[in-house]
């Protein structure tokens, strides 16, 4: 399969890559790591006149604990995100989500920001991202802004990034210690069917706070917040109620159906998938 023909830039600054987005307007798209973008291209499901390559731009990679939290770089591949220190210390969901991203070859070379920007129904990290409550830092020729993850993630392959701006931070604001990812991965590709990322504000052995991020099962990643309001004020033994309030957790989202999974398995495994996330970050409080 060969990509429609198309102009590369590499962009030597994020201003360039902005003002490339703004010269070429639809016909251009952003290259991060590549592995969301490139293989549509070569399907010709996308065919972009002009590729903007951020891969060399300087201070968009790497993992820094600040004052608003833990601020990671649009450029970190999945591979750095799963081995730092600082993520798996600060918020082990994340950590985990991106270590089980596809293959050793997509996680090397896949970007968190890339990632996220591309806003697949069947990714890890975006899970991860909405139960941290992260925030996303975007640049653009007027500024930059920054927007909750609660608010991103809008469709399939949908966010709010505008056509000519550049997603450079992802900031999780608060430390998430009692958190986890599970996911039932496709036998072929590690997509998730079905992924759970829970975190759990724990006080006195008891659950006074949930927030559980479902991915795979529908267009966009969602809270099951009927649950995350069951779970509060549970013990964190209490492993048999867990499994229980998480009944229905895709409850009122219209779930997908391929060739490997049809809708009402998805929503069925949703069940099992976050009362094991929900349990493995207990264990964590």
Known sequence: MIPASFDYVAASSVEQAIALLEQHGDDAKLLAGGHSLLPMMKLR???PGVLVDLGRLPGLRGVTRAARGLEIGALTTHAEVAASAEVAAFAPVLAEAA???GDVQVRHRGTLGGSAAHADAASDEPAALLALEAQFEIAASTGTRTVAASEFFVDMFTTALEPSEVLTTVIVPRPALASAYVKLPHP???YPVVGVACVLEVSGGKIEGARLAVTGVG??????THVEALLTGLSVRDHAKMESVCAQTARGVEARSDTYAGAEYRAAMADVIAARAVIAAAQRG
């Not at 267009?219 to 099951?224: D, Y």
């Open 188 to 190: 072929a590709s590690h």
């Open 99 to 101: 270590a089980a991203v």
């Open 219 to 224: 267009s966009v990643p969602f809270r099951a």
């Open 45 to 47: 499901l996308a065919r």
